[in-house]
């Protein structure tokens, strides 16, 4: 086996009509790994998986998947993915047995090694009781489980998964997380776009941020988070206050400037010392006589990068 | 086929490739469709109350307004355009299928497969004709309760079915291109009925063509579906049938030769909205 990555993408760009939904898009995945794409609604997330999907072909730039070229070699290409849509694409009138079956035989399994893989899939998702029902009587968070099943039938080397948690309980997203680190680290590859920034921080080796088409981050959750610098203090205006006027008490206080979130009445500040911080804004708060709800020193989130990356506070989707 | 262990090659390449592959997709997709078939209600009544309604009402509602030259029952007249009628309607089924699967993602789920490009949907026409058989034999059990008979022998009778299976190939394509091109399954189940109710009326299948004004007749006479309706009367009743096949055959294979290939290319680069 050579080094060579499992998904190399470069200068990526693809336009619809006259939106540019991708622009020189870099994507470097080294066989083994999880990537975890992340990005605001449009912001080219799924056009950039269903490129390398084969789905789509780019306007610019060229594509490997396991070294095979996504235009000029889609059809081998076909044979060593899995894909896992934003919706669960299974056949609600089939059983969930049939559905896997189907796409076993689809995939190139002969019929016993189908079924034999249909099994071993409902049993590893903990679907097997009720895997002889149409799909369409069941929860939409056992659909979503079926439709990550079925994008494993055929083993694929490269993996890409376009939201999978989306709609999963939490015991659901848990059970999926084990699974996708079972998988890397039987040395399968995967890609997986989320709005769930905890999910990429968990999971995923190196973080790709995009935004309007564009990378506009790239690197390991560790060093994403470094680059904010320090801790941030998070603070919650009582209820009929002003933030703003919280805000302005603690101006010049960190290292940067307070965020203020008018919608839900919290100011953020960055500061580098840490809880040394805390004597200094016990006393601002009593000069101005103000008092707060709520107070929490805490190290950057990934939703702290997302947010300051792309300057879309208070839209992150992300549980507060 | 069994002695084929797991080796290093790709699912892809253990199942050969080209034809085999066609093959192979295409009878896996036609099962998918058949489960469909009697698992829909909706799909199951299209099946048979449609059809069955079909004969009885036009027998009897035009039946004993319309007296077509040389025919003693407008039934034996009717039934071999009513084929075509129940088997055209029915098609729009199969452009609302497509279209859900386009919009549900299957489709993305499909092409992601490597998988016989065109298996997708001529799974899913085959399985309309597995569906259309049945019509047929029901319709013909239906008007043979009423009084309908062949009357060109054993031979002609499966001509007409099978002649009738072809035209129904023709309108599956037909409408899967419709439900790639429309997109949405509403529209795509009126753009079916849309295409072909107006052909129908235009056609030979209720009344004789000389029955018509001029301007319509010279349209009527060019109608594919005259020209199939009256390849499978003249197979149901007896008379001369060699210049009414040969046109209806030629309409059905260079329609065929349209739709195939813009329906496949349309597919490959159908993606979900």
């Known amino acids: 086996m050579?080094?060579?990555?499992?998904?190399?993408?470069?200068?990526?760009?693809?336009?619809?009509?006259?939106?540019?939904?991708?622009?020189?898009?870099?994507?470097?995945?080294?066989?083994?790994?999880?990537?975890g794409l992340l990005g605001p609604n449009g912001a080219g997330k799924t056009t950039i998986v269903r490129i390398l999907a084969t789905l789509l072909r780019p306007d610019s730039g060229r594509a490997?998947?396991?070294?095979?070229?996504?235009?000029?070699q889609a059809a081998a290409v076909r044979g060593r993915i899995g894909l896992s849509?934003?919706?669960?694409?299974?056949?609600?009138?089939?059983?969930?047995?049939?559905?896997l079956r189907m796409i076993g035989r689809l995939a190139g399994l002969p019929r016993s090694a189908a079924a034999r893989r249909a099994g071993e899939l409902l049993e590893r998702f903990d679907l097997a009781a009720a895997a002889d029902r149409t799909v369409r009587t069941w929860s939409g968070g056992m659909r979503r489980r079926l439709d990550v099943a079925a994008s494993l039938v055929g083993r694929p080397a490269v993996l890409f998964l376009d939201?999978?948690?989306?709609?999963?309980?939490?015991?659901?997203?848990?059970?999926?997380?084990?699974?996708?680190?079972?998988?890397?680290?039987q040395g399968a590859t995967v890609?997986?776009?989320?709005?769930?920034?905890?999910?990429?921080?968990?999971?995923?080796?190196?973080?790709?941020?995009?935004?309007?088409?564009?990378?506009?981050a790239a690197g390991t959750p560790t060093q994403l988070k470094a680059r904010l610098g320090g801790d941030r203090l998070e603070l919650q205006a009582m209820p009929g206050d002003d933030p703003e006027r919280l805000a302005g008490a603690l101006a010049g206080m960190g290292s940067g400037p307070p965020q203020v979130d008018t919608e839900n009445a919290r100011v953020v500040?960055?500061?580098?010392?840490?809880?040394?911080?805390?004597?200094?804004?016990?006393?601002?708060?009593?000069?101005?006589?103000?008092?707060?709800?709520?107070?929490?020193l805490r190290r950057p989130t990934l939703d702290d990068v997302f947010l300051a990356l792309t300057n879309q506070r208070g839209t992150s989707g992300s549980r507060s | 086929?069994?002695?084929?262990?797991?080796?290093?090659?790709?699912?892809?390449?253990?199942?050969?490739?080209g034809l085999t592959k066609l093959l192979a997709n295409t009878t896996t997709v036609t099962g998918r469709n058949l489960h469909r078939l009697v698992r829909v209600p909706t799909l199951v009544a299209f099946a048979t109350v449609q059809p069955m309604m079909f004969v009885l009402l036009f027998t009897y509602a035009f039946g004993g307004a319309i007296h077509p030259p040389g025919v003693a029952h407008y039934v034996d007249y009717l039934l071999p355009g009513i084929f075509v009628l129940?088997?055209?309607?029915?098609?729009?089924?199969?452009?609302?299928?497509?279209?859900?699967?386009?919009?549900?993602?299957?489709?993305?789920?499909?092409?992601?497969?490597?998988?016989?490009?065109?298996?997708?949907?001529?799974?899913?026409?085959?399985?309309?004709?597995?569906?259309?058989?049945?019509?047929?034999?029901?319709?013909?059990?239906?008007?043979?309760?009423?009084?309908?008979?062949?009357?060109?022998?054993?031979a002609a009778a499966v001509a007409t079915i099978i002649l009738a299976l072809a035209v129904g190939v023709v309108f599956s394509w037909i409408n899967a291109l419709l439900g790639l091109l429309v997109r949405d399954a509403e529209s795509a189940g009126l753009a079916g009925l849309l295409t072909v109710i107006p052909l129908i009326f235009t056609s030979s299948t209720f009344v004789p063509i000389a029955t018509m004004p001029g301007w319509l007749q010279a349209f009527a006479r060019i109608n594919p579906i005259t020209i199939t309706v009256d390849a499978l009367r003249a197979l149901c009743l007896g008379g001369p049938t060699a210049t009414h096949l040969w046109h209806a055959v030629a309409w059905i294979v260079a329609l065929l030769l349209v739709t195939v290939p813009a329906a496949v290319i349309r597919y490959q680069r159908a993606s979900a909205a």
């Open chain 1, 64 to 72: 490997t998947v396991a070294g095979l070229d996504v235009v000029r």
């Open chain 1, 163 to 185: 939201e999978p948690t989306t709609g999963l309980d939490p015991r659901g997203r848990n059970d999926l997380w084990r699974l996708l680190s079972e998988l890397t680290a």
């Open chain 1, 85 to 99: 849509g934003q919706y669960a694409a299974v056949d609600g009138y089939l059983t969930a047995r049939e559905n």
């Open chain 1, 269 to 296: 500040v960055p500061v580098a010392g840490g809880p040394g911080i805390l004597p200094e804004l016990a006393a601002r708060l009593a000069a101005q006589q103000l008092e707060v709800a709520d107070l929490a």
């Open chain 1, 191 to 216: 890609l997986l776009t989320t709005q769930y920034l905890e999910e990429a921080d968990r999971l995923a080796d190196t973080i790709v941020v995009l935004d309007n088409g564009r990378v506009i």
């Open chain 1, 2 to 35: 050579g080094e060579r990555p499992a998904i190399l993408a470069e200068g990526i760009g693809k336009r619809f009509g006259a939106t540019m939904a991708l622009e020189d898009v870099d994507l470097v995945v080294p066989a083994g790994s999880l990537l």
């Open chain 2, 1 to 17: 086929m069994s002695t084929t262990t797991a080796v290093a090659s790709s699912p892809a390449d253990r199942i050969g490739n």
């Open chain 2, 86 to 154: 129940a088997i055209a309607f029915g098609a729009s089924q199969t452009g609302v299928a497509i279209a859900d699967d386009l919009a549900s993602g299957m489709i993305d789920r499909f092409r992601a497969l490597p998988m016989a490009r065109a298996a997708v949907l001529a799974g899913r026409t085959a399985a309309d004709a597995v569906r259309n058989l049945f019509v047929l034999g029901l319709m013909t059990g239906v008007g043979a309760a009423i009084g309908f008979r062949f009357h060109a022998g054993p």
